[in-house]
């Protein structure tokens, strides 16, 4: 099965070439900081199909409290994937309290699905190790503007 959806990613990938082609990172986006405890963090908002398509493709590096927040209409199971994503990355699935519901590990340049476990809103993308290194888990709250807000 995973196969199977690996081959239907990657011919979405050949007919949706457009959006994915882009030659350089998208640098561009609205910027919003985000707080998880003590820490914050700085996040690019893909709010946009076209800017949650890219995501962070083709980024060579990204400084160590920077990620991307991306941000969907609707609730639903999110799944992403790293084409042309250069970084090893975490995912973390958020609820609309700003809850993480999940976190998945990514590895670059693969066609490997992730998904959150549960409809969620948000997803939140950082270096590799940055959740874990802080002791942040399912259940952590984040917060900032699009959860309502400081805490």
């Known amino acids: ?13 050949c007919l949706t070439a457009p959006a994915w082609a882009q030659q350089g990172p998208q640098m561009d986006l609205p910027r919003i900081t985000l707080q998880a405890g ?3 963090i700085h996040t690019q908002v893909a709010l946009t199909p076209e800017q949650r398509a890219i995501g962070l493709m083709h980024r060579p590096e990204m400084p160590a409290n920077e990620g991307m ?24 699935f958020i ?3 700003g809850s993480i519901v999940n976190l998945a590990d990514m590895k670059p340049q693969t066609l490997d699905s992730h998904c959150s476990t ?5 997803v939140l993308e950082m270096n590799q190790g940055w959740f874990a290194k802080r002791g942040l888990v399912a259940g952590t709250r984040l917060a900032g503007s699009p959860f309502g807000g400081r805490r």
């Open 1 to 13: 099965m995973r196969s199977l959806l690996s081959r239907l990613f990657w011919l979405l990938s």
């Open 69 to 92: 927040l991306f941000v969907f209409e609707e609730p639903a199971v999110q799944c992403f994937w790293m084409k042309n994503t250069l970084l090893p990355l975490t995912a973390a």
């Open 118 to 122: 549960k409809p969620v809103r948000y």
């Open 38 to 40: 003590m820490h914050l």
């Open 95 to 97: 609820a609309d309290d």
